[in-house]
T-cell receptor, first 112, second 114 residues
């Protein structure tokens, strides 16, 4: 079983839609749950993160972690064409310098 | 504002050539990483380093080596390039012990081996 599983998509939605991106993971030691956004021909950039279980909101983006089911979600409200990118989930442990384990990434396209 | 710089955006090399990919960061990060990114496979860790002159194998180190002679520079070496090493190569860096800051990535080097 892979440590992190993510549906690669591609996912295509109309502008204004609510988008749900999801990952599952297997390692219960993961404490930090990060989401990266990668535009075409660019490196990934940290979008947001949560620590342990719960929700975190940042503008139109909400990250949600359910540690009991080992499920990570990123919701995008009122999606915009500028949100078109690949989104990667990346959990990690609490140890110093702990490596990130990346999901495959979900390619999202928001159509005007 | 560029923090992690990869020396080339696009590179075409011949099979059997020795290839050097350079990465420099200006954030005084202790940790540096090399990934390759392929469609359907996501990001796979090749090598990483937690300190100068120190290196650790990642998940797919075969056919690669690395060098870290200075804190800011981490080089990936393809000893004898092969066509299955055609890929996007991404360098990243991070602070030790500051988990919430995640990684800072470079823009990537798209390598084609012919």
């Amino acid at each position: 079983q892979k440590e992190v599983e993510q549906d690669p998509g591609p996912l295509s939605v109309p502008e204004g839609a609510i988008v749900s991106l999801n990952c599952t993971y297997s390692n219960s030691a993961f404490q930090y749950f990060m989401w990266y956004r990668q535009y075409s021909r660019k490196g990934p950039e940290l979008l947001m993160y949560t620590y342990s279980s719960g929700n975190k909101e940042d503008g139109r983006f909400t990250a949600q972690v359910d540690k009991s089911s080992k499920y990570i979600s990123l919701f995008i409200r009122d999606s915009q064409p500028s949100d078109s990118a690949t989104y990667l989930c990346a959990p990690r442990g609490n140890n110093q310098g702990g490596k990130l384990i990346f999901g495959q990434g979900t390619e999202l396209s928001v159509k005007p | 504002d560029v923090k992690v710089t990869q020396s080339s955006r696009y590179l075409v090399k011949r099979t059997g050539e020795k290839v050097f990919l350079e990465c420099v960061q200006d954030m005084d990060h202790e940790n540096m990483f090399w990934y390759r990114q392929d469609p359907g496979l996501g990001l796979r860790l090749i090598y990483f380093s937690y300190d100068v002159k120190m290196k650790e194998k990642g998940d797919i180190p075969e056919g690669y080596s690395v060098s870290r002679e200075k804190k800011e520079r981490f080089s990936l070496i393809l000893e004898s390039a092969s066509t299955n090493q055609t890929s996007m190569y991404l360098c990243a860096s991070s602070y030790q012990g500051r988990a919430v800051e995640g990684y800072t990535f470079g823009s990537g080097t798209r390598l084609t081996v012919v």
